[in-house]
């Protein structure tokens, strides 16, 4: 069994900054996939940004340039930094665990809110 706990969801304004952080406990495998989704009121969960364990990592279009993944394996931590927040960034985030595929855990999820 994995828990995924998230941190650092917030209000913010427009333009401003929020870090997440996912901390990872349990049956975690040393090689791994760890991502950050949002689902926003009435939307699909989707992908943010992703990073396999040995540091290859994928963002989706509308945060290139302005978001950032990072982890450390040894803490089993993986960080979200949110640059030049939008509205539209607006949902909730979760952290996701893909152990091997088919096998994934994830986080309760985080608020983050970005006013106009």
């Known amino acids: 069994q994995v828990q995924l706990v998230e941190s650092g969801g917030g209000l913010v304004q427009a333009g401003g900054s929020l870090r997440l952080s996912c901390v990872a406990s349990g049956r975690i495998f040393s090689s791994n996939v760890m991502g950050w989704y949002r689902q926003a009121p009435e939307k699909q969960r989707e992908l943010v940004a992703a990073?396999?364990?040995?540091?290859?990592?994928n963002y989706a279009d509308s945060v290139k340039g302005r978001f950032t993944i990072s982890r450390d394996n040894a803490k089993n931590t993986v960080w979200l930094q949110m640059n030049s927040l939008k509205p539209e960034d607006t949902g909730v985030y979760y952290c996701?665990?893909?152990?091997?595929?088919?096998?994934?855990?994830w986080g309760q999820g985080t608020q983050v809110t970005v006013s106009s």
């Open positions: 990073m396999t364990s040995d540091g290859i990592t």
């Open positions: 996701k665990a893909t152990l091997i595929p088919g096998l994934a855990y």
